[in-house]
């Protein structure tokens, strides 16, 4: 019923940038949080950002100052503008949404994710 479909990855060098996009479809009564994680070789998943309905942000303090997460209400789309790229942000990132469908309840979602590699 929801689908969470992520776009925007890709090879870039270090200093640069990527904007990430992640569109929900479905019947959707509403959305609560959208949030970016990733996934590094070797580590566990972490948690990068969140937005809350009302737009209150927060970030690992990895990223702080150089990633922005933001997000359409009225397109349901969650992105994560990446600045001042480092090695170190290389990972699959994953989009998650938690979204009521009547009617169920609250549940969360992950788009399928999207591979972002920075190296010279």
């Known amino acids: 019923q929801v689908q969470l479909v992520e776009s925007g990855g890709g090879l870039v060098q270090p200093g640069g940038s990527l904007r990430l996009s992640c569109a929900a479809s479905?019947?959707?009564?509403?959305?609560?949080?959208m949030g970016w994680f990733r996934q590094a070789p070797g580590k566990h998943r972490e948690l990068v950002a969140t937005?809350?309905?009302?737009?209150?942000?927060t970030y690992v303090d990895s990223v702080k100052g150089r990633f922005t997460i933001s997000r359409d209400n009225a397109k349901n789309t969650v992105y994560l503008q990446m600045t001042s790229l480092k090695p170190e942000d290389t990972a699959v990132y994953y989009c998650?949404?938690?979204?009521?469908?009547?009617?169920?309840?609250?549940?969360?979602?992950w788009g399928q994710g999207t591979q972002v590699t920075v190296s010279s």
């Open positions: 937005i809350t309905s009302g737009g209150s942000t």
């Open positions: 479905g019947t959707i009564l509403s959305i609560s949080a």
């Open positions: 998650n949404a938690d979204i009521r469908t009547l009617p169920g309840p609250t549940v969360r979602n």
